[in-house]
């Protein structure tokens, strides 16, 4: 029983403590809370005294900017004036010059008209005369051609009868050697035999002689 006492007795100071750590814990809260409280309104106060003194300086310079406004307004019409009159001269000055631009263009386009006229007629007759020296051309190497070939027709009889002499020549070349070649050996083979005549006969008579 006294345990359960003593238990019950911890359990209710435990309690009480926790109890006053809360009651502690909201005090401080609260206070913090009002702390903040102040702060907040001195910081809106401060903030609002800006703004408005802001707000009289924008309001100061707003007039300012008015006035200069005002005095750039009646500069910017003046310069308005001045660009509106140099732009009229100028305009006039520009519808001069294109006037003088289009005469010159007209007169540029009836030159070059005429000159494509020219260039025309000079190119028919450029045309024909290439045509002519093409004719010309054409015919001369026709003609050209036909010489070429009765040469080239010539030559060709000329190397061939050419070659028929060079083969009767070198075949009677040919013969006249043989009867050449012949007729030494003919005379050779004479010569053989009267030596050989000779000879024998000599032996006889030397056989004679002996006997």
Do not use: P, Y
Not at 39 to 55: D, G, I, K, N
Not at 83 to 99: G, I, M
Not at 129 to 153: F, G, I, R, T, Y
Not at 162 to 170: G, I, S
């Amino acid at each position: 029983c006294v345990a359960a006492v003593e238990a019950m007795a911890a359990e209710a100071l435990a309690a009480a403590e926790a109890e006053a750590a809360a009651d502690k814990a909201d005090a401080l809260t609260e206070a913090s809370l009002k702390a903040a409280e102040h702060h907040a309104a001195a910081v809106c106060a401060a903030v609002a005294e800006a703004t408005t003194a802001a707000t009289r300086e924008l309001h100061a310079a707003m007039a300012t900017l008015a006035f200069e406004l005002q005095d750039d307004e009646a500069e910017n019409l003046v310069r308005w004036a001045t660009l509106t009159e140099e732009l009229t001269s100028t305009e006039s000055s520009a519808e001069a010059q294109l006037a003088v631009l289009a005469a010159l263009l007209q007169e540029d386009e009836g030159q070059l008209d005429d000159l494509l006229a020219k260039m025309a007629i000079q190119r028919r007759v450029g045309d024909a005369l290439l045509a002519q020296q093409a004719e010309a051309l054409s015919a001369e190497a026709a003609e050209q051609q036909l010489h070429l070939d009765a040469e080239v027709q010539r030559l060709k009889l000329e190397m061939a009868a050419l070659r028929e002499a060079t083969v009767n020549d070198h075949a009677l070349a040919l013969s006249e050697a043989n009867e050449a070649a012949e007729s030494r050996s003919a005379m050779q083979r004479r010569v053989h035999e009267q030596a050989l005549e000779t000879a024998i006969a000599d032996a006889r008579r030397q056989h004679e002689a002996a006997a």
